[in-house]
Nanobody, 113 residues
Framework: QVQLVESGGGLVQSGESLKLSCAAS????????VAWFRQAPGKERELVAA???????LYDEPVKGRFTISRNNSENSFYLHMNNLKPEDTANYYC???????WGQGTRVTVSS
């Protein structure tokens, strides 16, 4: 089974940018959807962005216009470009593919005000 590993998290100040990467141990070609979720302390995990069939993008309302999801099948990776970060973006970010559904282990993003 394909395994996913996130990277790129860290501590940044409000207004700065980060790029999260999700590297797959095998081909991403068979997965119809790649996505990023996040979970803040005390809150449920929520969908941040999704790319469906390499054509359709979906974004949670709070990140529209600031975050961009992209995919590079030749590198077996997909990404989350995050601009103009805000303190409320602080969370553990998880990459996810389906089907079958597979999760990465998460990477922490902290945005200070």
């Amino acid at each position: 089974q394909v395994q996913l590993v996130e990277s790129g998290g860290g501590l940044v100040q409000s207004g700065e940018s980060l790029k999260l990467s999700c590297a797959a141990s095998g081909s991403l070609g068979s997965f119809i959807r790649v996505a990023w979720f996040r979970q803040a302390p005390g809150k449920e995990r929520e969908l941040v962005a999704a790319l469906i069939r390499e054509k359709t993008t979906l974004y949670d309302e709070p990140v529209k216009g600031r975050f961009t999801i992209s995919r590079n099948n030749s590198e077996n990776s997909f990404y989350l470009h995050m601009n103009n970060l805000k303190p409320e973006d602080t969370a553990n970010y998880y990459c996810n593919v389906r089907y079958p559904e597979i999760w990465g282990q998460g990477t922490r993003v902290t945005v200070s005000s």
